[in-house]
């Protein structure tokens, strides 16, 4: 059993930046690949970035490439995403979620998921 705990959303301007962290609870972290994920009102959850167990890949999905960056430290059991040049459509709740499989991108592979963090950015 894995516990996922998200910090770090709020308010953010146009163009600002928001660090997210999830911390996971047990001592298998370092093999689980990790994600975020995102859901905004009205619509399904999906795929942000993810990041593979020891770190060595990365996915990012298309709109969010270049501005945010996914990491993770398997010392403290922590994933990271920082989020840069904000826009208003990045508002969401943000899932940090733990996956079956050493890196993956796909939502059905993940098996554990935290309660997620508002992230609103303004205009």
């Known amino acids: 059993q894995v516990r996922l705990v998200e910090s770090g959303g709020g308010y953010g301007q146009d163009g600002g930046s928001l660090r997210l962290s999830c911390v996971a609870s047990?001592?298998?972290?370092?093999?689980?690949?990790m994600g975020w994920f995102r859901q905004a009102p009205g619509q399904e959850r999906e795929f942000v970035a993810a990041?593979?167990?020891?770190?060595?890949?990365?996915s990012y999905a298309s709109g969010v490439r270049g501005r945010f960056t996914i990491s993770r430290d398997n010392t403290k059991n922590t994933v990271y995403l920082q989020m840069n040049s904000l826009k208003p459509e990045d508002t969401a709740v943000y899932y940090c979620?733990?996956?079956?499989?050493?890196?993956?991108?796909?939502?059905?592979?993940?098996?554990?998921w935290g309660q997620g963090t508002q992230v609103t950015v303004s205009s």
């Open positions: 990041i593979s167990s020891t770190a060595s890949l990365t």
């Open positions: 047990g001592r298998t972290f370092s093999q689980y690949g």
């Open positions: 979620g733990a996956s079956y499989e050493p890196f993956s991108s796909v939502q059905n592979r993940y098996k554990y």
